[in-house]
């Protein structure tokens, strides 16, 4: 009996119970065209899963387990999971195959096709990494048009027994939002980043050879993120010990001083499985339980909320949704991206900065990517097929799974509010009062029309105008609609009028 386990990139799960003791299985990871092109990915990105991948490939064959591992310009890859699988079990005589629960419906499909037509037994293995089953969220919520995620994040905690004292949350709230969110005030001192060193240069050079187009720009010698469990669990340890104390206070604001704040920069090590959402927890939990007088209830509370809520939450949106999910367009917007998308080059000094980080270090934190390049897609009318490709393209942590609902759902309301109660919009005065950006702006943001007036002013009341419909059945939107159907028609026309010329010169902006 041999049995070939297959691997996927995003299952580098060193704690994995199939390497907990030695067997005989053949494990196989590959690296293929077709997943390094099925959207543009940003360089940085497609260099660091390669190379996790090959770091994780290599630690198994030194913990003698038996890897054929196919990089992209092996000239024995055939550049389909199909066509190497096949020819693998031809020549090794393999007579079980064994895979990960995928987290990708496209993988998860094609997955479950291929081993309806194989000749031998085959099974899916859980991948040991969720705190819930795909479809935990689809009981959870049965019956419910929208999913809160507060309610499903407090069954979570119970669930866990995170942070709770008998049946009640610890510290007497369930969470701490009032105290978080403050705009960026420079009184705490900012850590320096932990950045890595990794030499991804071959792989840059078979990117190169193969030809594989990418997006923005990297230091293929010095590539920053964690690339194997030891690097990720030092990430970790320099986020509890040097960003934690002020995870909650800052986790909104923005501002051109500083890429990172106090995030954590976690998402690759999460979303390829090198640390377990469990084990951030327990680590969190354990270093407030030692330091009280020092880090306060309200920061590890908003930090456990991304993780055992946030997370776990997209996921089984996703899985309760998909495939529909992938098509969903409530407001029918159809605007192909700008292109200053790709370049950064804005003069809306918030887009330019945002999307210049972005291209820089494949990075930018939630509320920059939700507020600012996620707000103005939704206020132009992006498509959100165009909004998910870049999204899914450009960001060191995008898998589709999480991805998509964060997008889709959340940033660009094209589910019709399964996730987000009202639409993720907003004018100048939010991005001012969470940023320093508009002070180095072309724009001014206090202009709705006229030559200088901010673009997000007037697409934001035409956003509302030209949805009005659509919007009305929500009564979280009910105040705003009463203001636009209240203001003067010239106003109105003024601010349509300049929404209209912006839209018409969009690339321009
Ligand atoms: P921190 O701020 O330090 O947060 C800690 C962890 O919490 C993160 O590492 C992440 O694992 C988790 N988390 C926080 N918010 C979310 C959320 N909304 N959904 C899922 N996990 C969350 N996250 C991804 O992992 N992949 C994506 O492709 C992705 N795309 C996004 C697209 C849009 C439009 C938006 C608005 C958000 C997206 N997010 C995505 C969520 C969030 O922005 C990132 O998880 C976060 O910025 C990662 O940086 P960090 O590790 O420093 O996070
Ligand atoms: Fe962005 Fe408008 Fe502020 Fe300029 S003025 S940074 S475009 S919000």
Redesign the pocket.
Known sequence: MATLRLILGDQLNYNHSWFTQQDDAVYVMMETIPETTYVTHHLQKLLAYLKAMRNFGEYLRKKGYSVIYLSLNDSQNRQSFRDNLLKIMQQHMITRFEYLEPDEYRLDEMLKTFCKDLPVESRMVGSEHFLTTRFEIREFFKGKKQYLMESFYRYMRKKHRILMSGDQPEGGLWNFDTENRKPWDGKATLPDPLLFENDCTDIYHALLEMKIPSAGSAKPDSIGYPLNREQSLQLLQHFIHQQLEYFGTYQDAMTVKDKYLFHSRLSFSLNTKMLHPKELIDAVLDHYYAHPEKIPLSQVEGFIRQILGWREYVRGIYWDQMPGYSQMNHFNHQRPLPRYFWTGDSR????RHCVSQTLETAYAHHIQRLM?TGNFMLLAGVDPDEADRWYLGVYIDAIEWVEMPNTRGMSQYADGGIMASKPYVSS?NY??KM?D??KG?????DLKYGDKA????SLYWNFIDRNRELLKTNQRMGMILNLWSKMPAEEKAKILNQAGKYLEEIEAL
């Open positions: 809306m000094n918030c887009i600012i100048a991005i001012h940023s950006y508009c702006c072309h724009y001014s943001r901010c673009p997000f002013n």
